[in-house]
């Protein structure tokens, strides 16, 4: 007998079996219409899966065992995790991701189809106006960040025009250097109503990431502790939803601004 691991996922039509029958039970001519392959092609993985437990078949309708489908929930999401990371993993190998926690991080193939942008040299500088033409269509807007951009102060200010509710957690060394050298934006961001600032006192090692209705969009630092202007953006509900997640994280430790 192969191995379980060597069966699923040394070929694909055996894997693209598995994971069309964990939707519904299916005929061979169901599996061959999604597969675009022939009998005499797929008789033979049916076999193989059938050999192993994974698959039963009567009257040529095919479904997954009890282990099968035990098999198939796991490994749905390993492969949603793998694709996550083979999208770049030149920019993931390269970059620092371990402040997001266990529980999150397993989740990470909700960053399915992000995409990696590197700004030219004339944009480095400038705030992704994609993400930002997104959040002013937004209800709310969430930050979380080690740094401020120069421009903050307009975009926020555009935001709240808009009537978007912004809420944002900074480390102890960002807070301290807003409150020292912007002091007359800092006292504005705690004059509006529509803005919640939040100081995180742990350490973070990222530069920023901040999603709002629509998408995320995430500056990582890399590995060795440089800054990077290369980000990634991802703009599907499943992402939005795992940043809020996070960032309700980050909240938890998180203590409240209210005054100067």
Same mark, same amino acid.
């Given at each position: 007998?192969?191995?379980?691991?060597?069966?699923?996922?040394?070929?694909?039509?055996?894997?693209?079996?598995?994971?069309?029958?964990?939707?519904?039970?299916?005929?061979?001519?169901?599996?061959?219409?999604?597969?675009?392959?022939?009998?005499?092609?797929?008789?033979?993985?049916?076999?193989?899966?059938?050999?192993?437990?994974?698959?039963?078949?009567?009257?040529?309708?095919?479904?997954?065992?009890?282990?099968?489908?035990?098999?198939?929930?796991?490994?749905?999401?390993?492969?949603?995790?793998?694709?996550?990371?083979?999208?770049?993993?030149?920019?993931?190998?390269?970059?620092?991701?371990?402040?997001?926690?266990?529980?999150?991080?397993?989740?990470?193939?909700?960053?399915?189809?992000?995409?990696?942008?590197?700004?030219?040299?004339?944009?480095? !500088?400038?705030?992704?106006?994609?993400?930002?033409?997104?959040?002013?269509?937004?209800?709310?807007?969430?930050?979380?960040?080690?740094?401020?951009?120069?421009?903050?102060?307009?975009? !926020?200010?555009?935001?709240?025009?808009?009537?978007?509710?912004?809420? !944002?957690?900074?480390?102890?060394?960002?807070?301290?250097?807003?409150?020292?050298?912007?002091?007359?934006?800092?006292?504005?961001?705690?004059?509006?109503?529509?803005?919640?600032?939040?100081?995180?006192?742990?350490?973070?090692?990222?530069?920023?990431?901040?999603?709002?209705?629509?998408?995320?969009?995430?500056?990582?630092?890399?590995?060795?502790?440089?800054?990077?202007?290369?980000?990634?953006?991802?703009?599907?509900?499943?992402?939005?939803?795992?940043?809020?997640?996070?960032?309700?994280?980050?909240?938890?430790?998180?203590?409240?601004?209210?005054?100067?």
């Amino acid at each position: 007998m192969k191995p379980l691991i060597d069966v699923i996922f040394r070929s694909e039509k055996r894997k693209r079996t598995l994971l069309l029958l964990k939707e519904q039970p299916g005929s061979m001519e169901y599996l061959l219409d999604r597969l675009n392959t022939t009998r005499q092609a797929l008789l033979p993985q049916i076999r193989i899966l059938e050999d192993h437990f994974l698959v039963t078949g009567h009257d040529d309708v095919y479904e997954l065992t009890t282990i099968g489908k035990l098999v198939v929930d796991e490994m749905h999401p390993l492969m949603g995790t793998v694709k996550v990371l083979d999208n770049d993993i030149d920019y993931w190998g390269t970059h620092i991701f371990d402040f997001i926690p266990d529980h999150l991080l397993i989740k990470i193939r909700e960053l399915q189809d992000f995409r990696t942008i590197s700004p030219s040299l004339s944009e480095m !500088f400038e705030l992704n106006r994609e993400y930002y033409e997104y959040a002013k269509q937004s209800d709310s807007m969430y930050k979380v960040t080690t740094y401020f951009h120069p421009d903050f102060p307009s975009f !926020f200010e555009e935001l709240t025009n808009n009537n978007v509710n912004i809420n !944002f957690v900074i480390t102890e060394d960002a807070f301290a250097k807003l409150r020292s050298e912007r002091s007359e934006d800092f006292e504005k961001l705690l004059g509006n109503e529509l803005i919640d600032m939040f100081v995180y006192p742990g350490k973070l090692d990222l530069l920023t990431y901040t999603f709002n209705d629509h998408c995320i969009l995430m500056r990582l630092l890399k590995n060795n502790g440089e800054t990077d202007v290369t980000h990634i953006m991802c703009s599907n509900p499943s992402a939005v939803e795992w940043g809020k997640e996070l960032f309700e994280y980050f909240l938890q430790d998180a203590l409240p601004v209210t005054e100067m």
